[in-house]
């Protein structure tokens, strides 16, 4: 599977912590997220990333686009629903190419267990 990740400034630490905890799992899997997402998996975990670019630099948009493409299988968003992101909406678009094209997205730590746990099973 093609996953993608992307994780707002407040919500990094969680991400490589759901990774950490399932690397062998991530590790079986192509691995696309956004810029400083993607170096951050990289660096702490070991794991091949291909980075894209920072969200607000076009990042989300280019995953979105490799969605619209059927280039990828799942999406885990951790988004910081606290904090107004300056890209909102390149975010609602992201979220919305993967509801029109029927691609998971866990958009929050809990859903993102669920979704890996999920998996692992199908595996």
Known sequence: MEIAL???DKKKEEMIKL??????LFSRHSLIATGT????IKD???LAVECLMSGPLGGDQQIG???A???VDLVIFLRDPLT???HEPDISALIR???VHNIPIATNLGTAKLVLQALATME
């Open 97 to 99: 190419i993967c509801d």
């Open 37 to 40: 997402t993607g170096k951050m």
């Open 19 to 24: 990774i950490k905890e399932n690397k062998d």
């Open 84 to 86: 107004a992101q300056p």
């Open 44 to 46: 702490k975990t070991g």
């Open 69 to 71: 493409a059927g280039e």
């Open 6 to 8: 992307i994780a707002h």
């Open 65 to 67: 686009s490799r969605i």
